[in-house]
């Protein structure tokens, strides 16, 4: 994505993907074959061009389901569960899609049953067998921070759990002068000289990066050493690039203006903002909402029975919201709340909100209470991908409390968003300022193919009811 590494993938990913993309060509090559041998023969070619479809296809589900987020956090039962649910949608998305589409290349039903079956052993036991030798160990990086007070500690509060450090290793911190004292272990502390020291260090424990992370910079800097160790091919960076690249996001706490002007990613193409976006937006609205009308049609419904009948209240929502720019918009959604949700003022939604009905906290988990912003977004006021559009009254006071909270402002905000895949559920001031984080990376690095992505990912989000 862009200039980021984040997604990018090491030796480990690559041997990783092209292991399971053998597996599943394996699977549907023993299917193929086994019907071959049972049924009617079956060519070369429409086997190699199966082998293709059907590799694709899961491979296509796996994304959506996050089987590819390197920071999934599942044990072996989750992974197996995915692996299941994957082979599940790939069969739908076979069986009822493409093969409808392409009638020429499907072999059967059986065929197909076969090698989702093979492919959910093979896979889930490839899983396992790479989660328990940890394959990430053959192309981990082994990370020096130069620095051990409060910007430093960031590391440790940020990346502490083992899945946060699949790809790096980080060998101790070296205390700078002028370090605040922070929360980082005596014992994660290194006593070398600096100025003298550092770059033998660097040469007897291969180290492969140096991250930038002192409190004090001017005059501290021991410039000599950090050049010949880039010399040597030593990979320097800052901190706040190094969270960027680690985890996501941007770490707002941590930027200073002269980064924001010299930063790579941050100017957009007004083409792909505007005509070809909004393009992009109407075809995908107009085709959801041909899939989904019969859900927006029960939904309304199941409102209208609940609650709208006694107090005579309509089953959408009109809520003025900020949009791009600063403009406000008013957002359409189905109404998950009791009609005197806000008689003492605006609030912020919690994750066990009273006010929600028990019609809506079903559409809120599963998101559906936000199918009616399709029409937000053939309006031009929204996009499917984007920050997520908040209301004027917190704006007002998130953006005096938080730096460059309005920079979310920039682009058109989303149905879904990069903060939506990557941090849970948020209602307060505290959760906003982590959102901005990931909100700022998106502004930073969005393209068509990390809209993609998203899109892909949000089913997900959906299936798994992590709705907000």
Same mark, same amino acid.
């Given at each position: 994505?862009?200039?980021?590494?984040?997604?990018?993938?090491?030796?480990?990913?690559?041997?990783?993907?092209?292991?399971?993309?053998?597996? /599943?060509?394996?699977?549907?090559?023993?299917?193929?074959?086994?019907?071959?041998?049972?049924?009617?023969?079956?060519? /070369?070619?429409?086997?190699?061009?199966?082998?293709?479809?059907?590799?694709?296809?899961?491979?296509?589900?796996?994304?959506?389901?996050?089987?590819?987020?390197?920071?999934?956090?599942?044990?072996?039962?989750?992974?197996?569960?995915?692996?299941?649910?994957?082979?599940?949608?790939?069969?739908?998305?076979?069986?009822?899609?493409?093969?409808? =589409?392409?009638?020429?290349?499907?072999?059967?039903?059986?065929?197909? =049953?076969?090698?989702?079956?093979?492919?959910?052993?093979?896979?889930?036991?490839?899983?396992?067998?790479?989660?328990?030798?940890?394959?990430?160990?053959?192309?981990?990086?082994?990370?020096?921070?130069?620095?051990?007070?409060?910007?430093?500690?960031?590391?440790?509060?940020?990346?502490?759990?083992?899945?946060?450090?699949?790809?790096?290793?980080?060998?101790?911190?070296?205390?700078?002068?002028?370090?605040?004292?922070?929360?980082?272990?005596?014992?994660?502390?290194?006593?070398?000289?600096?100025?003298?020291?550092?770059?033998?260090?660097?040469?007897?424990?291969?180290?492969?990066?140096?991250?930038?992370?002192?409190?004090?910079?001017?005059?501290?800097?021991?410039?000599?050493?950090?050049?010949?160790?880039?010399?040597?091919?030593?990979?320097?960076? &800052?901190?706040?690039?190094?969270?960027?690249?680690?985890?996501?996001?941007?770490?707002?706490?941590?930027?200073?203006?002269?980064?924001?002007?010299?930063?790579?990613?941050?100017?957009?193409?007004?083409?792909?903002?505007?005509?070809?976006?909004?393009? /992009?937006?109407?075809?995908?609205?107009?085709?959801?909402?041909?899939?989904?009308? +019969?859900?927006?049609?029960?939904?309304?419904?199941?409102?209208?029975?609940?609650?709208?009948?006694?107090?005579?209240?309509?089953?959408?929502?009109?809520?003025?919201?900020?949009?791009?720019?600063?403009?406000?918009?008013?957002?359409?959604?189905?109404?998950?709340?009791? +009609?005197?949700? &806000?008689?003492?003022?605006?609030?912020?939604?919690?994750?066990?909100?009273?006010?929600?009905?028990?019609?809506?906290?079903?559409?809120?988990?599963?998101?559906?209470?936000?199918?009616?912003?399709?029409?937000?977004?053939?309006?031009?006021?929204?996009?499917?991908?984007?920050?997520?559009?908040?209301?004027?009254?917190?704006?007002?006071?998130?953006?005096?409390?938080?730096?460059?909270?309005?920079?979310?402002?920039?682009?058109? +905000?989303?149905?879904?968003?990069?903060?939506?895949?990557?941090?849970?559920?948020?209602?307060?001031? &505290?959760?906003?300022?982590?959102?901005?984080?990931?909100?700022?990376?998106?502004?930073?690095?969005?393209?068509?193919?990390?809209?993609?992505?998203?899109?892909?990912?949000?089913?997900?989000?959906?299936?798994?009811?992590?709705?907000?």
């Amino acid at each position: 994505m862009n200039a980021s590494r984040y997604g990018r993938k090491s030796i480990a990913d690559k041997l990783f993907l092209s292991g399971e993309l053998a597996l /599943l060509c394996l699977s549907s090559w023993l299917a193929s074959s086994l019907y071959h041998s049972s049924y009617s023969p079956v060519s /070369l070619d429409i086997q190699l061009v199966n082998i293709v479809i059907f590799s694709a296809a899961v491979m296509l589900c796996a994304l959506s389901v996050g089987l590819y987020d390197h920071k999934l956090r599942e044990g072996h039962k989750g992974i197996v569960k995915r692996v299941v649910i994957t082979l599940l949608f790939s069969a739908i998305l076979l069986e009822f899609i493409i093969f409808q =589409l392409f009638p020429a290349f499907r072999i059967g039903s059986l065929y197909l =049953l076969w090698a989702s079956l093979i492919a959910a052993v093979l896979i889930s036991a490839f899983r396992a067998f790479c989660q328990y030798h940890d394959i990430n160990r053959i192309s981990r990086r082994r990370v020096l921070v130069l620095g051990a007070g409060e910007r430093a500690s960031i590391i440790e509060r940020r990346m502490r759990r083992n899945v946060d450090r699949r790809d790096f290793e980080i060998v101790g911190y070296v205390r700078v002068e002028g370090d605040k004292s922070a929360a980082i272990q005596p014992q994660r502390q290194l006593t070398i000289d600096y100025s003298n020291d550092l770059f033998k260090f660097v040469m007897e424990n291969k180290i492969d990066q140096l991250v930038i992370a002192c409190d004090e910079r001017r005059n501290m800097l021991p410039v000599e050493a950090l050049f010949k160790c880039k010399t040597r091919g030593i990979d320097i960076i &800052e901190i706040l690039d190094f969270i960027e690249n680690e985890t996501g996001q941007i770490a707002v706490n941590l930027i200073y203006p002269s980064w924001i002007i010299h930063s790579n990613g941050l100017s957009s193409n007004p083409r792909f903002r505007t005509s070809l976006g909004y393009l /992009l937006n109407v075809v995908l609205a107009v085709s959801l909402l041909l899939v989904t009308w +019969p859900i927006m049609l029960i939904t309304a419904l199941l409102i209208y029975l609940e609650d709208g009948r006694k107090h005579s209240v309509s089953i959408f929502y009109r809520q003025i919201r900020v949009g791009i720019d600063g403009n406000p918009f008013y957002i359409l959604k189905f109404r998950s709340m009791r +009609p005197d949700a &806000e008689k003492n003022g605006a609030q912020w939604a919690s994750a066990n909100d009273s006010r929600v009905t028990r019609v809506g906290q079903f559409i809120r988990k599963y998101r559906i209470d936000e199918l009616p912003q399709l029409f937000n977004v053939l309006k031009g006021e929204m996009g499917f991908v984007g920050p997520r559009p908040e209301r004027p009254e917190f704006v007002v006071q998130l953006a005096k409390d938080i730096p460059y909270y309005n920079n979310r402002h920039n682009v058109k +905000p989303g149905l879904t968003g990069w903060a939506q895949l990557k941090y849970p559920y948020g209602s307060t001031a &505290e959760d906003a300022q982590e959102k901005l984080k990931f909100d700022l990376y998106y502004i930073k690095h969005r393209s068509l193919m990390l809209d993609l992505v998203i899109l892909i990912r949000t089913v997900e989000i959906v299936l798994f009811g992590r709705g907000r």
